[in-house]
């Protein structure tokens, strides 16, 4: 069976609530809440594992572990704690958006592409430039082809495993899972996710993400 990891252990610089941002209020509960109730709306999934920042405690009928010192280190150690679970879901408690949805197609592409990872991803609505470090722009990409990458990503757990299997300093410079399954090889495909699963990164992602559920209810 299925399990989820909810990555919950970043300390949130950037939104700068002075706690960390997956335990900030949103709409009236913590915001690791919102993903925990979408997980266990989805039927395949069976267990959850929280990773913590230090000082909090995971919600009731959850299991938590402490995170590590970056995000991918955090989803090892959730990981760690389903040791049979197969496939496994990876989620940010950063995307309090999320559907079951969501989650259930991104699980059905899993098995029907006999891909080794999927990952949710939003076509990119700006044009993209590369830059210089004077700021000399070097080319323009082909948008048409560009993704904007969320969460969730689902992976075959063997595929996973074997990606988080690297040096400390390797996981620590990746910003997700799939590209440490492409590294070693694995096939990793998309499926389409609304742009309302929106990452809280600042103080404006909160607002809009406290407008969007409010009008869920
Ligand atoms: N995360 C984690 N363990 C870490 C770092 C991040 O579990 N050591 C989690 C965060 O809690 C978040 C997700 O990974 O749900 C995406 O990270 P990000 O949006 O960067 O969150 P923070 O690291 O908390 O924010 P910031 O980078 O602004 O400090
Ligand atoms: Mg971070």
């Known amino acids: 069976l299925a399990a989820a990891l909810i990555v919950a252990a970043g300390g949130g ?34 267990e959850i594992v929280v990773a913590l920042p230090p000082g909090e405690r995971a919600p ?43 989650i259930e197609r991104a699980l059905a592409a899993l098995e029907s592409r006999a891909a080794d990872g999927v990952v949710a991803a939003a076509p990119v609505a700006d044009t993209v430039k590369r830059a210089g470090e004077d700021g000399g722009v070097v080319e323009t990409l082909d948008r048409s082809r560009l993704w904007a990458v969320q969460t969730p990503q689902v992976f075959r757990r063997a595929a996973l495993v074997r990606a988080l299997d690297r040096p400390d300093a390797i996981l620590a410079a990746a910003t997700d899972d799939a590209s440490l399954v492409e590294e070693a090889g694995g096939a990793v495909h998309i499926v389409p996710g609304p742009p309302e699963n929106l990452k809280v990164t600042e103080p404006l992602d909160l607002e809009i993400a406290e407008l969007l559920l409010a009008r869920r209810r």
């Open 13 to 46: 610089e950037r939104l700068g609530a002075g706690r960390p941002k997956a335990f900030v209020a949103l709409a009236g509960r913590p915001m690791v809440e919102w993903s925990i109730d979408a997980m266990r709306a989805v039927d395949a999934i069976d």
């Open 60 to 102: 009731a009928g959850v299991t938590g572990v402490p995170g590590g010192a970056s995000r991918s280190q955090s989803v090892r150690a959730a990981l760690e704690a389903v040791p049979d679970a197969d496939p496994v879901v990876v989620h940010d408690a950063a995307r309090p958006l999320v559907t079951p949805r969501l």
